[in-house]
């Protein structure tokens, strides 16, 4: 008889899974707008119950939460925004220049390492290294300014700064509603595992988001100060954009560190500033990855790192830089109902069989 209930219920399960892959799918990009104004209200929903509380009125209190919450985004847009659209401008500018410079200096490095290496056909094999590090470079570049200039991107975050404000007050405003009618069409059977799946998946997103805002600040300020004080051109816009992708572990650090070399190869050629910058960003890696992020997240995610390569090359191919932020949470999300599905699956007849 329990066989019987486990098989309507793995296709439940199954099927709700199969439906949610294949509408991300079709529908890409267009739903990150949306995915976005979900996460914001999701953040901003512990201050709206507080804000219901004195107000004693949901839609006062969600207006409330959305206008502060709108106007401090505002404010961080018109002082930063601009400045950091300059430097993303004189980034793709001096990307050329970046290339040439990037080659001359790899050559002159291979030229001192083939001076004590006696290889035959030595004058082609040089050629043939310095080749493939200029195609390269050039690859890591275009990818990179295409994952931040891209329209795709710019239209993206165009409609999320448009749509989010609507829907995160909607959101806020008629949350109880929408969780009691998602609820309303899960099965009764399956609805005590929903509720259990949805409180897990609560604790695990609650504490990552706020462990992982703190990383993402400390980051930031760390990389910011350290290129300042080595007066690279750059220097606030590497550190914003490092404390952003710090959401992506080891791969954001990467990017930042690829991106911050080239343009101290350009500003400063093959001097002791870069290998200071190299530094910076390895000793920043290490203090994220040994001491903020086990005592600020912990192990809340429970994600092998080859899950999270995985889930960012996922959110990356999906939705851009932007899924390089989201990719960890939603990877996390799944982790969760797949854990979930496996410990029920494990309690069955048709496994202790």
Not at 100 to 123: G, H, L, R, Y
């Amino acid at each position: 008889m329990r066989n019987q209930e486990e098989i309507p219920r793995f296709s439940f399960w199954l099927t709700t899974l199969a439906l949610f892959s294949v509408f991300f799918y079709l529908f890409g990009a267009v739903t990150v707008p949306f995915t976005a104004s979900v996460v914001f209200a999701y953040v901003l929903h512990p201050l709206y119950k507080k804000m219901l509380r004195i107000f004693g009125n949901e839609t006062f209190a969600s207006f409330f939460i959305t206008f502060c919450f709108v106007s401090i985004f505002t404010a961080f847009g018109v002082i930063f925004l601009p400045y950091l659209e300059l430097e993303l401008i004189k980034l793709i500018k001096i990307a050329p220049k970046c290339i040439t410079q990037v080659v001359e200096v790899s050559s002159n490095i291979i030229n001192t390492i083939f001076e004590n290496w006696a290889v035959p056909d030595q004058a082609n094999l040089k050629q043939v290294m310095i080749n493939i590090g200029g195609e390269v470079t050039k690859k890591l570049l275009e990818f990179i300014l295409n994952l931040f200039a891209s329209g795709g991107f710019i239209a993206t975050g165009a409609a999320t700064l448009v749509i989010a404000p609507f829907a995160i007050f909607f959101l806020l405003r008629d949350y109880n509603k929408l969780t009691s009618a998602v609820q309303s069409w899960v099965p009764k059977s399956q609805l005590a595992s929903f509720n259990e799946i949805c409180r897990r998946i609560d604790e695990v997103l609650s504490g990552y988001l706020k462990g992982q805002l703190a990383v993402s600040l400390l980051m930031g300020s760390f990389y910011t100060v350290s290129l300042l004080a080595l007066k690279l051109d750059a220097a606030g816009f590497m550190g914003c954009l490092s404390g952003i992708l710090s959401f992506a572990p080891t791969i954001g650090a990467f990017i930042g560190l690829v991106i911050a070399s080239f343009l101290g190869i350009v500003q400063f050629g093959a001097d002791y500033q870069v290998a200071i910058i190299i530094v910076v960003y390895f000793l920043g890696q290490f203090v994220e990855a040994n001491l903020l992020v086990p005592n600020l997240i912990g192990t809340k995610v429970g994600l092998h790192p080859l899950w999270v390569f995985f889930a960012i090359y996922a959110g990356v191919s999906l939705y851009g830089v932007i899924g390089v932020i989201i990719a960890v949470p939603i990877a996390a999300v799944v982790n969760v109902s797949v854990r979930f599905a496996l410990e029920n699956f494990q309690k069955s007849d048709a496994y202790l069989s």
